[in-house]
């Protein structure tokens, strides 16, 4: 039976598109991969959830920023309309990456700004009109709908991040400081993931970037929280490949669906249980 919960995973697709031809290796391009993500949640659609993937890469453009956070720098000439160029930007990571690692530049050359929009056109709007279009359409049916924007992390912050050098817990779940999600529900995410003894902690050090910005408003029954999962409980980070937990980590990602699923009918029914 279907319920109003989606799942979607912005950053796991590596379908590079022809026009994409970045200057950094390959090896550091796929640092930016939530590699394998779209898989741990593989089972939401059996247990009446949504799961909207994206196919083309993030370091493509990444749906998770803003259309307006982009760096000049990055551009032959001025956007035609005023930015509003974010910290992510600035550290080298909006709509258009700057750079694949610390030090590590995405491109050789300037973009145009046909370019762009055409990365606009093609991936980006698509895929948030389809993410939106369908919180609606179970918002509409339901009254309620709850969001899951599913990522990797890498297990240790990097230059480009605000926790350099520190290690990271096994799940981060972030909801813009109680602002996309009841605090009530983001404490039961992050409680379900730490009785089943992995380390948790809540918007810290990611709050949730602008998917949960857009679509999170607890007030009107719209519950949206980002769900970071530590890359090394489930691959080897060095070589781009599963690990040994790999199966294990999607099972509990397959409980975690159904147990949403099963949260959504009883908050339906006018209760709360864990």
Same mark, same amino acid.
């Given at each position: ?25 390959? %090896? ?24 909207? $993937? ?14 307006? #956070? =982009? ?29 694949? $690692? ?61 926790? %350099? ?5 096994? =799940? ?29 902690? =809540? ?29 090394? $409980? ?27 699923? #099963? ?12």
């Amino acid at each position: 039976m279907a319920v109003p919960v989606v799942f979607d995973s912005p950053h796991s697709g590596m379908d590079w598109p022809a026009d994409f031809m970045p200057a950094a290796p390959r %090896e550091a391009i796929l640092t930016t991969w939530d590699a394998f993500v779209d898989e741990l949640w593989a089972a939401a659609p059996a247990a009446g959830a949504t799961l909207l $993937l994206a196919c083309f890469p993030r370091s493509y453009i990444d749906v998770n920023r803003a259309e307006d #956070d =982009i760096d000049p720098t990055l551009l032959e000439s001025p956007w035609p309309v005023p930015l509003a160029t974010t910290d992510y930007s600035r550290r080298g990571m909006g709509l258009i990456r700057r750079l694949a $690692l610390p030090g590590v530049p995405m491109y050789d050359r300037r973009l145009t700004i046909a370019a762009v929009m055409h990365r606009l056109r093609e991936c980006y709007h698509p895929y948030r009109t389809a993410l939106r279009n369908r919180l609606d359409e179970l918002h509409r049916a339901y009254g309620k709908v709850w969001h899951f924007n599913c990522h990797s992390m890498k297990s240790r912050g990097n230059g480009m991040n605000l926790d %350099e050098g520190a290690l990271r817990p096994d =799940i981060v779940v972030s909801d813009r400081l109680g602002r996309t999600a009841d605090p009530e529900f983001t404490r039961w995410v992050a409680e379900w993931f730490t009785h089943r003894g992995l380390t948790v902690k =809540i918007n810290d050090p990611y709050r949730g970037g602008d998917l949960v910005a857009t679509h999170g408003n607890p007030a009107q029954g719209r519950q949206s929280v980002q769900i970071e999962i530590n890359r090394a $409980l489930y691959m080897d980070e060095a070589a781009f490949v599963r690990g040994a937990r790999f199966a294990e980590i999607g099972r509990l990602m397959g409980e975690f669906t159904r147990a949403a699923c #099963d949260l959504s009918r009883t908050k339906m029914a006018g209760s709360l249980t864990r």
